[in-house]
């Protein structure tokens, strides 16, 4: 069976056994984009709680954070973890934001894909994970987006090597699937729920979609 048909075969074992994901939970572009950046290092539920607080206090919009400190923006994102360094990320990000793109989400995704990735990637703060999240979840853009969950999943399956960089993960994908929005958001996600399912530092294999692959 060629590589291709191989990961065709793995999206629907894993989309039989699990179904849709309704990735990912935010309902604005903009709450999106900055999950993306408070998930960073920690789990979705506290994120949730970081977001309401930003929503209670009117702060959830480019120009809400814009015009707030960073002092007062990391008491508010508080629960995320890590929240002086994840508040400096979202102020380099908004300040970023308003000097190319006047503040307009709908002005930055207009740009094409790979030069918009790049500027992403030079932003402070703005990983490879988080710039790809940004661009599939929030711009509707056809870029894959890999993780920790990816590697442990291809490399225990023998598809890539321990060493593979994410650059090589993310090709991996798109190098082999149509470039499709809808199919990446919904590949991903399933890959994220059989790692946190079964796929764990200690492995579940029996009851797992993909033991057959093994």
């Not at 990912?24 to 309401?52: C, D, H, M, R, Y």
């Not at 102020?91 to 894909?113: A, Q, V």
């Not at 082999?176 to 579940?204: M, Q, T």
Request: glycine fraction near 6%.
């Amino acid at each position: 069976m060629n590589k291709a048909k191989t990961i065709i075969k793995i999206y629907q074992k894993m989309f039989d056994a699990l179904g849709p994901q309704q990735w990912w939970p935010g309902e604005t572009p903009f709450e999106i984009v900055i999950g993306a950046i408070l998930t960073q290092n920690t789990n979705w539920s506290n994120v949730e709680k970081a977001i309401k607080n930003l929503k209670t206090a009117g702060r959830l919009s480019p120009e809400g954070i814009y015009e707030v400190s960073v002092a007062e923006l990391a008491q508010l994102i508080r629960p995320s973890g890590f929240f002086n360094v994840k508040a400096t990320r979202i102020k380099t990000f908004i300040t970023w934001l308003f000097s190319r793109y006047e503040g307009s989400l709908p002005r930055m995704f207009n740009r094409d894909l790979q030069s918009l990735r790049d500027e992403l990637l030079s932003v402070r703060g703005i990983g490879p994970e988080t710039a790809d999240s940004i661009l599939l979840y929030a711009g509707n853009l056809p870029t894959f987006v890999v993780d920790a969950y990816t590697h442990r999943i291809l490399s225990r399956h023998g598809f890539i090597s321990e060493e593979s960089t994410y650059d090589e993960m993310k090709s991996f994908f798109e190098e082999n699937l149509p470039r499709d929005v809808k199919l990446f958001n919904e590949y991903h996600a399933l890959l994220v729920n059989i790692g946190k399912r079964f796929c764990k530092p200690k492995k579940v294999c029996e009851p797992c979609p993909l033991r057959d692959f093994l």
